[in-house]
């Protein structure tokens, strides 16, 4: 069984939305310092947005501030990354990871500390 799964990924035209989902069948995420990283051919995985196990503690890479937002359903165990105005730049496999256990923003989307990671789902912008 996977640890982490991720869904929500598919391609869409620019200005467009999608929300990724990433849940632990095996793990409480509201434990866990949760994120999501990108990865585009050619270029290095970056850290797109993180949550802290802290209420309201979040980062947010400069290139996705105001588009996208991360968010938490602890009663689902899953977190969310919703994607809005969508850019072709956002083209990427996105990765849910899954960072130190009571673990901040800084841990996982700027030291990268990264426990766990997920299969990773395609995300296409395109006209």
Not at 15 to 23: D, E, V
Not at 56 to 79: E, H, L, P, Q
Not at 96 to 102: D, I, K, L
Not at 105 to 112: N, W
Request: neutral net charge; hydrophobic residues 30%.
């Amino acid at each position: 069984q996977a640890l982490l799964v991720e869904s929500g990924g598919g391609s869409v035209q620019p200005g467009g939305s999608l929300r990724l989902s990433c849940t632990a069948p095996l793990l409480t995420l509201s434990d866990y310092a949760v994120g999501w990283f990108r990865w585009a051919p050619g270029k290095e995985r970056d850290a797109v947005s993180c949550t802290s196990t802290k209420d309201g503690d979040t980062s947010y890479a400069d290139s996705v501030k105001g588009r996208f937002t991360i968010s938490r359903d602890n009663t689902k165990n899953t977190v969310y990354l919703q994607m809005n105005t969508l850019k072709p730049e956002d083209t990427a496999e996105y990765y849910c990871a899954v960072g130190p256990r009571y673990g901040t923003v800084e841990d996982l989307c700027h030291t990268h500390l990264v426990n766990y990671w997920g299969q990773g789902t395609q995300v296409t912008v395109s006209k």
